[in-house]
């Protein structure tokens, strides 16, 4: 379990360090900025849907701490080329994921399965979960969120 543990902590490491699509997307149909104010992350978010409801192209940029940037980086990943609907439930997957301490481990999650450990933190919940929130916020046009 502790070489798992280690190789996880590299990929957060490196998704921290060099975050991928951390830039602005333009032109974007989507966009908000999200806030955790228990860590004081920042994200901004900014995606573009194409005729299908696909999610064509994504990015985001803000100032946080390492598990928010390095989960920011790995959902924009993830989620890109994917629809509203399946981004949603990836949200769900993740989520239970993060919270339940009884979750399996979900191999369709993919490299968000890295993020697992945090449940053993529920400060950190946050932190993983603030760039969906944000995603889910944008697509929702509500703006901003607060995860407060
Ligand atoms: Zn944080």
């Given at each position: 379990?502790?070489d ?12 921290n360090?060099?975050?991928?699509n951390?830039?602005?997307?333009d032109?974007h149909?989507h966009e908000?900025d999200?806030?955790n104010?228990?860590?004081g992350?920042k994200i901004?978010?900014?995606l ?12 985001f940029?803000?100032d946080?701490?390492?598990?928010s940037t ?7 990943e ?5 629809t509203?609907?399946?981004a949603?439930?990836?949200?769900d997957r993740?989520h239970?994921?993060?919270t339940?301490e ?5 191999p ?5 399965g890295v993020?697992?450990?945090?449940r053993?933190?529920p400060?950190r919940?946050k932190c ?5 929130h944000?995603l889910?916020?944008?697509l929702?046009?509500k703006g ?5």
């Open positions: 379990m502790s798992l543990r280690e190789l996880y902590q590299e990929v957060i490491l490196d998704h360090k060099q975050p991928r951390f830039h602005g997307v032109p149909d908000a999200g806030y104010p228990l860590c992350d901004h978010l900014e573009r849907l194409d005729d299908g409801g696909r999610i064509e192209d994504i990015g940029n803000g946080g701490c390492a598990i390095a989960s920011a980086s790995i959902m924009t993830v989620v890109k080329g994917k509203v609907d399946e949603r439930s990836m949200f993740f239970y994921l993060v339940d009884s979750a399996q481990p979900d369709s999650l993919g490299k968000l993020l697992a450990g945090v053993d933190y400060m919940v993983a979960t603030l760039a969906w944000t889910q916020a944008a929702e046009n901003e969120i607060s995860t407060e």
